[in-house]
């Protein structure tokens, strides 16, 4: 199994249950693919480097999970189905970002606390 991380880019026009909602339906796609959840983050609504779809802000989501290979092309095409997903980002994880993304995980917790 690979270490992969998802960062997608959610319509501002949607509410915080709509949100979470949308989230949740590429959680549940990950398990039903028997993906191996590591983390998911909520970074919140955020003003984008650049107009996209004549919108200027977007809910950022990351996910990191761990999977096949193949899981990658079915969550993409169900980020391209999906007209909330303004933009997405999916990256394999090599051994040493997985140790950064733990560290920066760790760090987040301290800084919450």
């Known amino acids: 199994m690979n270490n992969y991380e998802t960062v997608f880019i959610l ?3 949607l509410s915080e249950s ?3 909602e949308a989230v949740n339906k590429y959680v549940d796609l990950l398990k039903e693919k028997n993906c191996e959840i590591v983390a998911r983050e ?14 200027k802000n977007g809910f950022y989501t990351l996910i990191e999970f761990k999977g096949e290979g193949t899981v ?3 969550l993409e095409l169900a980020f391209k189905r ?7 980002l999916t990256t394999k994880l090599d051994k040493h970002a997985v140790e950064y993304a733990v560290t920066r995980r760790t760090k987040v917790k301290a800084a919450k606390a």
Request: hydrophobic share 40%; charged share 30%.
């Open 18 to 20: 709509q949100v979470e």
């Open 42 to 55: 909520n970074w919140g609504l955020k003003k984008l480097a650049y107009p996209i779809q004549l919108k």
């Open 11 to 13: 319509t501002p026009v």
């Open 82 to 88: 999906d007209e909330r997903v303004i933009r997405y």
């Open 72 to 74: 990658v092309a079915d």
